[in-house]
């Protein structure tokens, strides 16, 4: 046991390490907020893509075909914590129905691109690549539509233009265009050669440190302050409950083992800045969205460990 949690501990490490370096950069006033915006920027708009790309374009698929039980297992957990975490905002703290979609979809909605891909890359490296973008890629849309038809729609505030918006701001992103382009690329065979591939390696390792150091130069962003009581149930449900009901699913349903245990670990991620963004824009459930990202992403190294370590990781 002991020299599982001290392989554990390499994987786990340099991630958060590299997010309390960068933490620390911000907080000493080392690095500006303007070094955060740009290297966030650098990070989603160009460098993440571009591993994305490269990723898929040179993948194996499973010979078996699609395995659906993979999508089942991770989307069911998904959406029963999302409920919970509506049911618990408006029973527990008695808040109001879009307030209680916003603590829905902080529970739900996994800080996939920051800590995910470094993390499940660490730890399962290349075979554990293709499963995690691939769920990548239909991750942000299907939460972002779930929780935008539940905030606008059920109000009747859901319009064309709005819709339209959604659909031109899920069509445009830059981490999807990197999977439609890696994913265009390994059906038509191509693969990235000579100085193409030299350019795509470079950006690629820049992705997984410049992340990190990015989430954490963020981090100060999202305070824990006020509304502590959903924050703490949101984070138990993202960390907790979320993979506890996909480690159950996977077991149950077939998928190759690796795809299995990157779901789990997947569902295992801190709550995504997405989450902030979305109570922003909606002017409620602000103070406690943010302190989930923060309460979340620090705890998340012990619970993470935790779950590397049911998981049999080496």
Known sequence: MLAQLGAITLIVAPVFGLIGLGYLASLSGHLRERAAEGLSEYVFGLAVPVLIFKTL?????????????????????????????????????????????????????ANTVFVGVPLILQAYGPEGAVPLFLLIAVHLPIMMVVATVLTEGVTGGLSAAGLKKLVRLLAFNPILIGIYA?????????????????????????????ALVSLGLALHRYPIRGDLGPALLITLLKLVVHPALVYVLTRMLPMPPVWADVAVVFAAMPSGINAYLLAQRYRVGV?????????STAASLFTVTLWLMILGVQ
């Open 182 to 210: 890696g994913g265009a690329a390994k059906l038509v065979g191509f693969e990235p050669s000579g100085v193409l591939k030299q350019i795509a390696d470079m950006l690629s390792a820049s992705a997984v440190p410049c």
């Open 287 to 295: 103070s406690a969205s943010a302190g989930a990202v923060s309460l």
């Open 57 to 109: 374009a040179g993948a194996r698929l499973p010979e078996e075909g699609q395995p659906w039980g993979y999508w089942i297992a991770y989307f069911t957990g998904a959406f029963i914590v999302f409920a919970l975490g509506m049911l618990a905002a408006k029973r527990l703290f008695h808040r109001g129905y879009t307030e209680s979609v916003i603590h829905g979809f902080t529970s739900g909605q």
